[in-house]
């Protein structure tokens, strides 16, 4: 069983869509909840992050986790053609974050 | 531009090569890793360096080499170049605790 699962999708959804991201994990040492985007071709970049439980918004973006679930989430409100990427869920144990697993990632595409 | 650089972006080698992957930052930043990326596996640790002078095995460090001589660059030494080992490859840094800044990818295929 891996560390952190993430449905892969596809998922395709229809502009100004509520779009829900998901993944679960087994390690109840992670503490740090990161979400990084993906465009094809192109390295992950940043997109959020949170410590421990909660929920944090960034715009149209709202990251929320659950750890006695041991579940994060992210929500894209409003949805756009250029928010069509692959999403990886990411997470670490310790402040360091010298260690961050990445889940597999899910594929988004907004259609116009 | 200020980042991360990987060279090169794309390369084909034979099974039993053995080639560098370079990764270059101009942010200062200490702690660098490798990650390969193949589908339906997410991004997978390498190597990483949390400052010059050293390293540490990540998840699948098996096949890899790394050294960390300035903190501006971590190259990836493929020994014997195996099919296994097609994939793509990602360099990045961090600045901060959650700061990750990635490259744009070196594509390899081991024929």
């Known amino acids: 069983q891996k560390e952190v699962e993430q449905d892969p999708g596809p998922l395709s959804v229809p502009e100004g869509a509520i779009v829900s991201l998901n993944c679960t994990y087994s390690?109840?040492?992670?503490?740090?909840f990161m979400w990084y985007r993906q465009y094809s071709r192109k390295g992950p970049e940043l997109l959020m992050y949170?410590?421990?439980?909660g929920n944090k918004e960034d715009g149209r973006f709202t990251a929320q986790v659950d750890k006695s679930s041991k579940y994060i989430s992210l929500f894209i409100r409003d949805s756009q053609p250029s928010d069509s990427a692959t999403y990886l869920c990411?997470?670490?144990?310790?402040?360091?974050?010298?260690?961050?697993?990445f889940g597999s990632g899910t594929r988004l595409s907004i259609r116009p | 531009n200020a980042g991360v650089t990987q060279t090169p972006k794309f390369q084909v080698l034979k099974t039993g090569q053995s080639m560098t992957l370079q990764c270059a930052q101009d942010?200062?930043?200490?702690?660098m890793s490798w990650y390969r990326q193949d589908p339906g596996m997410g991004l997978r640790l390498i190597h990483y360096?949390?400052?010059?002078?050293?390293?540490d095995q990540g998840e699948v460090p098996n096949g890899y080499n790394v050294s960390r001589s300035t903190t501006e660059d971590f190259p990836l030494r493929l020994l014997s170049a195996a099919p296994s080992q097609t994939s793509v490859y990602f360099c990045?840094?961090?600045?901060?605790?959650?700061?990750?800044?990635f490259g744009s990818g070196t594509r390899l295929t081991v024929v």
């Open positions: 990045a840094s961090r600045g901060g605790i959650y700061g990750y800044t």
């Open positions: 390690n109840s040492a992670f503490q740090y």
């Open positions: 360096s949390v400052g010059a002078g050293i390293t």
């Open positions: 942010m200062n930043h200490e702690y």
């Open positions: 990411a997470m670490s144990a310790d402040s360091s974050a010298s260690k961050i697993i």
């Open positions: 949170t410590y421990s439980s």
